[in-house]
């Protein structure tokens, strides 16, 4: 086995947010075989870590294992119209495989920051669309190192993932018709205009804070609530969008415990209990 395990590793510079403890251990598998032989023997509890975009690690460092994918599992294989993903492949960079081959569908992941296998988590989306409209199979390994294969998505929803304790390696993503390219990439640039013109630019964030209550934005609650641009000791919530946490200084605890307040404000003012789009992992 080529996994080595590297004890109390500082996790900080692998989020967005730039916050976090230590892991306990944390190690990158290059391999499929790397990963399926670590998992068979693994004794410790076990988190995944993308690009740590959508993740708040808490002071006290995450438990257990945090392992990376690493080359083998970014790899994007084009078959017909399918593209054959791996876990790490960057959901931006197969948006931009996807355009060089005239495929469509994939427009709304140019702009989304993570990986393929942490939007298989959280079932990623934007623009109306997420993952689970284009999957046509997922491949993961259990934590405990069985090979499992996932065909039906029909339980999987609004940022909703049913699937839990397995590592997602690989998945078929089938695109939704043949386009020139100059359509897709201009579907592609009004997204991404839309993004620059309503979403921070430039500055630590992990994306929206909040999922969407059905029938409601949470961004519109926020700003209802006078939240919008609130700030306190380094944490934020944006002054372009309500909906984006910013840290400017703020430890890891201190971000959670502002988010944490920001939502008791709006279930106290508008009733609505806002459900937590980031995750916030690790001991405080």
Same mark, same amino acid.
């Given at each position: 086995?080529? $996994?080595? $395990?590297?004890?109390?590793?500082?996790?900080?510079k692998?989020?967005?947010?730039?916050?976090?403890?230590?892991?306990d251990?944390?190690?990158?598998?290059?391999?499929?075989?790397?990963?399926?032989?670590?998992?068979?023997?693994?004794?410790?509890?076990?988190?995944?870590?993308?690009?740590?975009?959508?993740?708040?690690?808490?002071d006290?460092?995450?438990?257990?294992?945090?392992?990376? $994918?690493?080359?083998?599992?970014?790899?994007i294989e084009?078959?017909?119209?399918?593209?054959?993903c791996?876990?790490?492949?960057?959901?931006?960079?197969?948006a931009?495989?996807?355009?060089?081959n005239?495929?469509?569908?994939?427009?709304?992941?140019?702009?989304?920051?993570?990986?393929?296998g942490?939007?298989?988590?959280?079932?990623?989306?934007?623009?109306?669309?997420?993952?689970?409209?284009?999957?046509?199979?997922t491949?993961? $390994?259990?934590?405990?190192?069985?090979?499992?294969?996932?065909?039906?998505?029909?339980?999987?929803?609004?940022r909703?993932?049913?699937?839990?304790n397995?590592?997602?390696?690989?998945?078929?993503l089938?695109a939704e018709?043949?386009l020139?390219?100059?359509?897709?990439?201009?579907?592609?640039?009004?997204?991404?205009?839309?993004?620059?013109?309503?979403?921070?630019?430039?500055?630590?964030?992990?994306?929206?804070?909040?999922k969407?209550?059905?029938?409601?934005?949470?961004?519109?609650?926020?700003?209802?609530?006078?939240?919008?641009?609130?700030?306190?000791?380094g944490?934020?919530?944006?002054?372009?969008h309500?909906?984006?946490?910013i840290n400017?200084g703020?430890?890891?605890?201190q971000?959670e415990?502002?988010?944490l307040?920001?939502?008791?404000?709006?279930?106290?003012?508008?009733g609505?209990?806002?459900?937590?789009?980031?995750?916030?992992?690790?001991?405080?």
């Open positions: 086995m080529t $996994l080595r $395990l590297t004890p109390d590793y500082p996790l900080a692998y989020t967005w947010l730039g916050t976090g403890g230590n892991a251990y944390f190690g990158v598998a290059d391999t499929f075989g790397d990963l399926k032989e670590f998992l068979k023997t693994n004794t410790y509890p076990i988190h995944v870590l993308g690009v740590g975009s959508n993740v708040l690690i808490r006290g460092g995450i438990e257990g294992v945090v392992l990376k $994918l690493g080359k083998d599992f970014q790899k084009v078959k017909d119209n399918t593209l054959i791996g876990a790490g492949a960057r959901l931006s960079e197969i931009k495989v996807a355009l060089e005239e495929l469509s569908g994939f427009e709304f992941m140019a702009d989304i920051p993570g990986t393929l942490g939007g298989l988590f959280s079932n990623a989306g934007a623009f109306g669309r997420a993952l689970s409209d284009c999957l046509v199979r491949d993961a $390994l259990t934590f405990d190192g069985l090979e499992k294969k996932h065909t039906d998505f029909s339980d999987w929803g609004y909703h993932n049913p699937i839990r397995v590592v997602f390696t690989r998945a078929v089938k018709k043949s020139k390219k100059e359509q897709i990439q201009s579907v592609m640039n009004d997204y991404h205009q839309q993004r620059k013109a309503h979403q921070p630019q430039g500055v630590r964030t992990a994306g929206s804070t909040f969407n209550p059905k029938g409601k934005s949470a961004g519109f609650l926020l700003e209802k609530c006078g939240l919008k641009g609130y700030k306190e000791n944490a934020e919530m944006s002054s372009v309500a909906n984006f946490l400017r703020a430890g890891g605890n971000l415990d502002f988010v307040r920001i939502r008791q404000q709006v279930l106290q003012k508008e609505v209990l806002l459900e937590m789009e980031i995750q916030c992992l690790g001991r405080r």
